[in-house]
C-alpha cells in the first residue's frame, strides 16, 4: 500500500509538471462530445460515470424494447456504441450532461491546463471522481498528457474500490457472525422474559384472589356495622330524654368556646388600648412644638424683576413633580415655558431641536445627564444663546436663574409672591 501512494505521488507531480508545460498552447474552447473521445476512455467513462440502472434504462429506451442481456454484455455493447455518434451516444452525452451539470460548471472556470489538473487531484482527496472524471476527460484543455494521467488514476482508484469492496465483504461476514451471536442471546432474553411473565401473571391471579377475599370480609364488616347500629338505636330508644341530654352537651361546649374566645379578644383590646394611649400621649407632646413652629413665618416673598415679553424660555433637567411649578412661574411673567429632562426618559435627539427653539436656556445641572450637560454647553457655547447653570432644582433656584435675564429685557415684570411653603413642596 505505501508503494502505491508513492508511485500515484510521482504521477500526480508529473501530471503537473506535464501540464504546466502545456499551460500556454492554443486550444479551443468547445468542450468534446462521449464520441470525440479516444476508444481507451469510453470503458472507465461507462463504468464509473454511469450506474448499471441508469445504464440498463438508457439502453432500452434507444432500443425500443427491454434487452435480456446481462450487465457485462450491455456494458461492452454501450461502449461498441460510444466510438461514433448514434442514438444511443447521444443519450448517454445528455444523461452524463444532465448528471453532472454542477461539476462540469466548476471546471469551466478553469481556463488552464494545470487549473483542470488541480480541480482533478481536489476531486481525488476528497473521493468524489465520477464527475469530476467526465468533466476533466471532455474539458477544452485536456491534452493527450492529462488525458493519459486521468485514465491511469481512475484505473488505480478502480483497484482501490475493489480492494475496499473486498473489505467491506469480510466486515460484513463478521457482521453476519455477530448478528447470529445477538440473535441467540435475544433468543434467551425472550426465554427469561417470558418466565418472568408467567412468574408476574402467577402474582397477579393470587392478588386477585387475596382481594376477593379481603372484599368478602369488608362485606361481612359493613353487615356487622349494620346490626350493630341498630342495636345501638334499639337503646337510645330504651333511655328517656336521651337527645335533649346531647343537645345540651353540645350547647355547653359551644359556649365553653365561646368563652374561650371573647377572654382572648378581650386582652387584646386591652393591649391595643395601652399601645392607642401611649401614641395619645407623644402625640400631645408634639402639638405644642407644631404649635410653635406654625408660629413662624411662611411667606417668604421672592420678587423678581424680569424682560421676558413671550420669550422661549428652556429648561433642562429638574425633577418631573416640580415640572408644573416650573411653568407657572415663566408663564406669570410673560414667558413661554419649554422642557426637557435631560436624557433621562425624553429621547436626547430631541434636545437640539428644543434648545434651537429656545431664547434663554435654565440647566438644571443636579438632574440632567452628563451627554445631555455637555450638549446644552457645546451647543450655547457655539451659537452665542444665553444659559444659565442652576444646581438646585428647586423654584427659588429657578427664580434666581431667571433673574440674571433682567438686564436684557424691555419689559420688567415682578414674580407675585414665591412664597417658602410652595419651595418646600415642589423640591
Known amino acids: 500500500?505505501?508503494?502505491?501512494?508513492?508511485?500515484?505521488?510521482?504521477?500526480?507531480?508529473?501530471?503537473?509538471?506535464?501540464?504546466?508545460?502545456?499551460?500556454?498552447?492554443?486550444?479551443?474552447?468547445?468542450?468534446?462530445?462521449?464520441?470525440?473521445?479516444?476508444?481507451?476512455?469510453?470503458?472507465?467513462?461507462?463504468?464509473?460515470?454511469?450506474?448499471?440502472?441508469?445504464?440498463?434504462?438508457?439502453?432500452?429506451?434507444?432500443?425500443?424494447?427491454?434487452?435480456?442481456?446481462?450487465?457485462?454484455?450491455?456494458?461492452?455493447?454501450?461502449?461498441?456504441?460510444?466510438?461514433?455518434?448514434?442514438?444511443?451516444?447521444?443519450?448517454?452525452?445528455?444523461?452524463?450532461?444532465?448528471?453532472?451539470?454542477r461539476t462540469i460548471q466548476l471546471f469551466r472556470t478553469a481556463?488552464?491546463?494545470?487549473?483542470?489538473?488541480?480541480?482533478?487531484?481536489?476531486?481525488?482527496?476528497q473521493g468524489d471522481v465520477a464527475g469530476a472524471f467526465w468533466a476533466a476527460l471532455t474539458h477544452p484543455r485536456c491534452d493527450s498528457n492529462l488525458q493519459d494521467g486521468l485514465c491511469r488514476d481512475m484505473h488505480m482508484l478502480q483497484h482501490q474500490a475493489g480492494a475496499s469492496v473486498r473489505i467491506d465483504v469480510s466486515r460484513f461476514n463478521a457482521l453476519l457472525e455477530q448478528n447470529k451471536l445477538l440473535t441467540r442471546e435475544l433468543g434467551r432474553v425472550q426465554e427469561r422474559h417470558t418466565r418472568a411473565v408467567a412468574e408476574k401473571t402467577g402474582e397477579i391471579e393470587k392478588q386477585n384472589a387475596q382481594l376477593i377475599q379481603l372484599r368478602a370480609e369488608n362485606i361481612g364488616k359493613d353487615s356487622s356495622i349494620l346490626f350493630l347500629s341498630n342495636d345501638l338505636n334499639t337503646l337510645k330508644a330504651g333511655v328517656p330524654e336521651l337527645d335533649t341530654r346531647q343537645r345540651l352537651q353540645k350547647k355547653i361546649e359551644q359556649m365553653a368556646d365561646r368563652q374561650t374566645e371573647l377572654e382572648n379578644q378581650v386582652r387584646d383590646l386591652k393591649q391595643k388600648l395601652s399601645s392607642v394611649s401611649k401614641i395619645a400621649e407623644v402625640a400631645d407632646n408634639q402639638a405644642g412644638t407644631d404649635d410653635v413652629v406654625s408660629k413662624t413665618p411662611e411667606n417668604n416673598t421672592f420678587p423678581i424683576t424680569l424682560h421676558l415679553q413671550q420669550k422661549t424660555v428652556l429648561c433642562v433637567g429638574g425633577r418631573s413633580g416640580n415640572v408644573p411649578t416650573y411653568r407657572d412661574l415663566?408663564?406669570?411673567?410673560?414667558?413661554?415655558?419649554?422642557?426637557?429632562?435631560?436624557?433621562?426618559?425624553?429621547?436626547?435627539?430631541?434636545?437640539?431641536?428644543?434648545?434651537?427653539?429656545?431664547?434663554?436656556?435654565?440647566?438644571?445641572?443636579?438632574?440632567?445627564?452628563?451627554?445631555?450637560?455637555?450638549?446644552?454647553?457645546?451647543?450655547?457655547?457655539?451659537?452665542?444663546k444665553r444659559c444659565v447653570f442652576v444646581e438646585n432644582p428647586s423654584v427659588s433656584s429657578l427664580a434666581r436663574g431667571l433673574e440674571q435675564f433682567s438686564s436684557e429685557g424691555k419689559l420688567e415684570t415682578t414674580i407675585p409672591a414665591v412664597t417658602g411653603k410652595n419651595l418646600e413642596t415642589v423640591k
Open 111 to 125: 481556463k488552464t491546463t494545470a487549473a483542470v489538473t488541480r480541480l482533478w487531484l481536489d476531486a481525488i482527496d
Open 330 to 384: 415663566v408663564e406669570r411673567i410673560g414667558g413661554r415655558f419649554a422642557h426637557h429632562d435631560g436624557g433621562l426618559e425624553d429621547n436626547q435627539s430631541l434636545l437640539d431641536a428644543s434648545l434651537a427653539a429656545a431664547d434663554l436656556v435654565i440647566c438644571q445641572t443636579g438632574c440632567i445627564s452628563h451627554t445631555a450637560y455637555w450638549r446644552v454647553k457645546d451647543f450655547c457655547k457655539r451659537t452665542g
Open 1 to 101: 500500500m505505501c508503494d502505491q501512494e508513492k508511485s500515484s505521488a510521482e504521477h500526480q507531480h508529473q501530471l503537473m509538471v506535464a501540464t504546466n508545460s502545456d499551460t500556454a498552447q492554443s486550444q479551443g474552447s468547445r468542450r468534446r462530445r462521449l464520441w470525440d473521445l479516444p476508444h481507451e476512455c469510453h470503458c472507465p467513462v461507462i463504468g464509473v460515470c454511469l450506474p448499471l440502472a441508469t445504464l440498463r434504462r438508457i439502453v432500452n429506451k434507444s432500443l425500443n424494447g427491454k434487452t435480456v442481456a446481462d450487465d457485462y454484455e450491455i456494458h461492452v455493447g454501450a461502449i461498441s456504441d460510444c466510438g461514433r455518434r448514434n442514438r444511443l451516444s447521444e443519450a448517454l452525452q445528455q444523461e452524463l450532461e444532465q448528471r453532472y451539470a
